[in-house]
């Protein structure tokens, strides 16, 4: 007996995704590289209190710098990111803001770059994203981004190969043959 399982999480607010092993993939002309939350990957908005809702079948867009202003904080260009996945840099405002100002520009999600030198701080460092004063505005995805994704994306977008970021759920899609236990052992035929 044969059956097929598929189990596909449900859309979720996306700040309250923490633990269920979303993966963030960038699609570049020479392979893909896959990012996990936690340690050297992603952190996700501080649950439950803001961020988007992600499709149950995730996000994939070209990526694109929240221009002129790559801190994401001052009012970008309408429609300057429409149908991309922001990519700003970490200081000089909140998150929240940040998330804001790309979601007004057109975005579908937004990664915030952890892209500075600190004493504190590592290439896997991970800080919250408290949610400020713009919070309740932000329907998109936003991840944070370790700096040593962030120095990922950044060489991926320099060299010209990254063709787009993926917000990818987990999912399960698998064939399986069942497997049948006989009780007592003299009834079991091989």
């Known amino acids: 007996f044969a059956a097929l399982l ?27 590289l896959s990012f996990s939350q ?17 499709p149950s079948d995730g996000i994939c867009a070209p ?7 790559t801190f994401g904080c001052e009012v970008l260009p309408a429609g300057s990111l429409s149908g991309k996945i922001a990519i700003i840099r970490r200081k000089t405002c909140g998150f929240s803001l940040k998330a804001y100002r790309a979601q007004q520009a057109g975005a579908k999600a937004v990664i915030i770059l952890n892209h500075f030198d600190s004493a504190t701080e590592n290439d896997c460092s991970i800080v919250g994203m408290l949610a400020g004063d713009s919070a309740a ?3 998109i995805p936003v991840i944070f981004a370790s700096r040593g994704m962030a120095n990922a994306i950044d060489d991926a977008i320099k060299s010209g190969n990254l ?3 993926c917000f990818l759920l987990p999912r399960i899609y698998s064939p399986f043959a069942a497997y049948n ?10």
């Open 6 to 32: 598929q189990f596909v999480l449900p859309s979720t607010a996306f700040a309250q995704l923490d633990g269920i092993g979303m993966v963030v993939e960038l699609h570049t002309s020479t392979g893909q």
């Open 38 to 54: 936690g340690s050297c990957g992603y952190g996700v908005a501080a649950a439950p209190t803001w961020g988007g809702a992600l």
């Open 63 to 69: 990526a694109a710098w929240a221009k002129p202003d």
């Open 137 to 139: 505005a932000v329907k």
């Open 163 to 165: 063709k787009e970021i």
């Open 181 to 190: 236990y006989f009780q007592p052992n003299s009834q079991n035929i091989p």
